[in-house]
């Protein structure tokens, strides 16, 4: 206010002093206009010297000046130091993250809104091939152009990372994650997974070679324990008998659990490659059923729902020991006197489902989320004691992984259980007008 104060009095001085002069040569008017004149001289005088250090490089100290201006001057001056300071700290947080991007050993790609390449690191460079400047602008699709990451990217469906191998070295296989953020902006992360995906190969290598090798000592060794059991019962004391059929028990437990870890392995080993080969379900299932029956010994009661004639593309076999795993559980574990149900439907959404179900014990919510872990089990004892490996519901697992397909369990303590097969219905082939004219 000070500062206004004065200036309206220099006004006024200016004004007063060009009046009277003026007055005194009897032109009190033009000393008035002289008086303001000269206050607008002044005024654009500091105008100039505001406008040559606005024009002035960065950092320049201020016009000196006294007044309004010189107070102009320095809160301008002042203003203009805090946002240097404040550019600095931007551009020093900035440049921190460019380092540590560009030090990170994963690639790091930023799509646009039009899913065209923006900013990449060095290690988007080393992996996927990306130039600077030539490639940016370029729809990623251009640039990434395996079938799979052109489907993959533009289902939009990215809760699962994608697994291809290098467009730069077909030796090396690398993980794609891709988080949508921003305005439809995309941020694409890139790991290279060799090293993991070798470990893994070794650790799968590892359980077939031993399960292999395994086998031949217990066709051996259940070679010489069948003729012995047999005769153990009228040639050997008792408790030597019990032993030998205890021997044979164990014996016949291993083999399959050798059995279960080699079609793990040989699932697992086959993962990229799924099989579409029409499968006629409704006798699958019959056979299935049947199996069950044999198994049970009259302990369950079965019913089989047959609802569609629909076929689904995918391997035989897998799917014959996938529904087998879950009828041998449902009678190991459901308990005598229950009932048994086996079904297979189309959903509303298209998807072909299969079913088995139980009115058993049931287990433990709990539980549900690991039931499909190797070696997990429910009740350890009852597990062993009813010849479970431990690993039925890991080959479930793989089987379905292997059609696309998707597990639901649903359980709780005495309420029973139902495991619930379902494939897309792109795996779905439903008969054609002709074939049931056949029919
Ligand atoms: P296991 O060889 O032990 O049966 P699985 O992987 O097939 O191994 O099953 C894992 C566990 O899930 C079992 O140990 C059992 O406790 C539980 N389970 C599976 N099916 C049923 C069922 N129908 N009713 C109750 N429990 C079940």
């Not at 579409?276 to 198994?295: F, K, N, P, T, Y």
């Not at 649903?410 to 049931?436: I, K, M, N, Q, Y």
Request: proline share 4%; with cysteine.
């Amino acid at each position: 206010m000070r500062h206004w104060t004065r200036e309206f009095l220099l006004l006024a001085l200016c004004g007063a002093l060009g009046t009277l002069l003026g007055g005194h040569y009897g032109h009190a008017g033009f000393g008035l206009a002289a008086g303001l004149g000269l206050y607008l001289l002044l005024t654009f005088r500091q105008l100039r010297r505001l406008y040559r250090w606005a024009k002035a490089p960065d950092g320049t100290n201020p016009p000196s000046a006294t007044g309004l201006w010189g107070e102009l001057f320095d809160r301008l001056y002042r203003y203009q130091k805090r946002e240097r300071q404040q550019q600095a700290h931007l551009q020093g947080v900035i440049d921190r993250v460019e380092r540590s991007s560009e030090a990170m050993y994963d690639a790091m790609v930023i799509l646009d809104a039009h899913a065209a390449l923006d900013s990449w690191n060095a290690a988007a460079t080393r992996m996927l091939g990306f130039e600077q400047p030539q490639d940016r602008g370029q729809h990623v699709t251009n640039l990434l152009r395996h079938p799979r990451f052109v489907h993959y990217f533009l289902a939009q469906h990215y809760d699962d990372p994608l697994e291809l191998p290098s467009p730069v070295d077909e030796s090396r296989t690398l993980q794609f994650q891709i988080t949508p953020f921003g305005d439809h902006e995309r941020l694409m992360v890139v790991r290279d997974i060799t090293r993991l995906q070798r470990l893994e190969q070794m650790r799968r290598d590892f359980v077939a070679n031993v399960s292999h090798e395994l086998r031949t000592p217990l066709t051996v060794f259940t070679g010489y324990l069948e003729p012995l059991a047999q005769a153990a019962e009228t040639a050997l004391p008792p408790r030597l008998a019990r032993g030998v059929a205890q021997m044979e028990q164990q014996a016949d437990r291993m083999r399959h659990l050798i059995d279960d870890l080699l079609m793990l392995s040989r699932l697992e080993n086959e993962q990229s490659f799924s099989p579409r080969i029409a499968v006629d379900v409704a006798a699958l299932i019959q056979q299935v059923h049947s199996d069950g029956v044999a198994l049970s010994k009259g302990r369950q009661t079965f019913e089989l729902k047959i609802e569609t004639s629909a076929e689904l593309l995918g391997a035989r076999e897998e799917l014959r020991s996938a529904l087998t795993n879950l009828v041998s559980n449902a009678v190991r574990y459901a308990g005598n006197g229950r009932r048994i149900e086996l079904r297979w439907y189309l959903a509303d959404s298209g998807e072909g489902c299969l079913s088995v179900s139980d009115d058993g014990e049931g287990i433990e919510r709990r539980h549900l989320s690991r039931l499909t872990e190797r070696f997990y089990r429910v009740d350890k004892s009852r597990s062993s004691a009813t010849g479970g490996t431990g690993l039925g519901l890991a080959i479930v697992k793989h089987v379905l992984l292997r059609h696309q397909g998707r597990l639901e369990i649903e359980s709780s303590l005495g309420r029973g259980a139902r495991f619930t097969l379902c494939f897309p219905a792109e795996r779905v082939s439903l008969p054609t007008p002709s074939d049931a004219c056949a029919d």
